[in-house]
């Protein structure tokens, strides 16, 4: 560096730590979660600076990174969590920027002295990345207080503390569970210092989702499923067990099933590539979930 | 006497950084990294007992370093290495064995010479710690 160290250029670190890529690709890919987006820009832009400041000598304490990512099922939790840890890795704040995905299975034992060394394994696989941790107020469960999940909330507590600059801790669920979580355990709210809320999505997020994922996969829609696939999203949003993208992800699943089908029973005819990719409104309108009248099935056997 | 076994062991000791580095080195190379440690320091001792379980599936070396901590609390007077298990086809076997921590005091090792069958001589080695003491109150 021939910068003298009494000023910096925050435009050559940004440029030189890559965020704005994983920022950029980040909003190309996912729909929707302008709130989310915006935490994550601030965060990143704290994380900089700091990173600046450190440079300079300013701060020698690192900054209180964990997180808490709370939504509704299928908003998206966990891709942002596996793109905090680039953005993470990118700046520097963990050294390997792998994402360890666990549930309260994964941390808490069956029996006694089962829970610590079970966490303990679970940490030491997630140092130099982030621990994201799903469902994380399972991990309290009042109502049996010989319940093994305080141990690992306590050695979790002790981690997250102490071990600051080996692992961050995302802890994800729904909001309101979340809340009552952080309530009782007062020793999370504190420690965790981001606490992004993910908002469901519009029908149009939906359809755009439900588009991305298609062309993703190789797929399309024939110009008339386009408009069967919306007015089965907003059907589908009335119905319960509604899981946002993830309920737009297993409609397509059984379309393309559907598609399979129909070129199968119609096997006797050549087939062009464009027949291998397009969806036709048909694949879509058989759902049960815009068959009128019936409205308990729902459309998936398995809300999921 | 000091214990020269497996690799650097004719460096000074390596330093917390050091280690961590080659630790780095073989979870790059995907190679299983393993605590032991040993009060009996004889060459011919190829087993020693394993700390915890070999660590196959750490991404960074943070975990280890802390686990030889915790080992270093036990058994701070006693032998541990760190060794690195490849496990690929046709290798194995370890790739890499340093030891990381040792005994204050090292006393050595006794050359037994026994004059057999005439003029011929057997060697044997025999480390002053370990024909004293029983094991566990080496050191």
Redesign the interface.
Known sequence: MDAPASSVDLARVYADSGVGEVLDQLDRELVGLRPVKRRIREIAALLLVDKLRRELGLTAQPPTLHMSFTGNPGTGKTTVAMRMADILHRLGYV??G?LVAVTRDDLVGQYIGHTAPKTKEV???A???VLFIDEAYYLYRPENERDYGQEAIEILLQVMEN?RD??VVILAGYADRMDKFFGSNPGFRSRVAHHIDFPDYSAAELQQIGEQMLTSQGYKFHPDAVEAFSRYVEARMQQPHFANARSIRNALDRARLRQAVRLFDDRDRKLTVDDLMTIEANEILVSRVLAPGDTAAGGESFPG | MRLTQGTFSFLPDLTEEQIRAQIAYAMKNGWAVNIEYTDDPHPRNTYWELWGLP?F????????L??IAECRKVFGSSYIRVSAFDSTATWESLRLSFIVNRPADEPGFFLERNEVNGRSINYTVRSYAASAKPAGERY
Do not use: F, N, Q, T
């Open positions: 050294r390997s792998h940490i030491k696989k140092m130099g990345g071990r080996d692992l | 660590m599936d750490l991404k960074d070396p943070a975990g280890v802390h686990e």
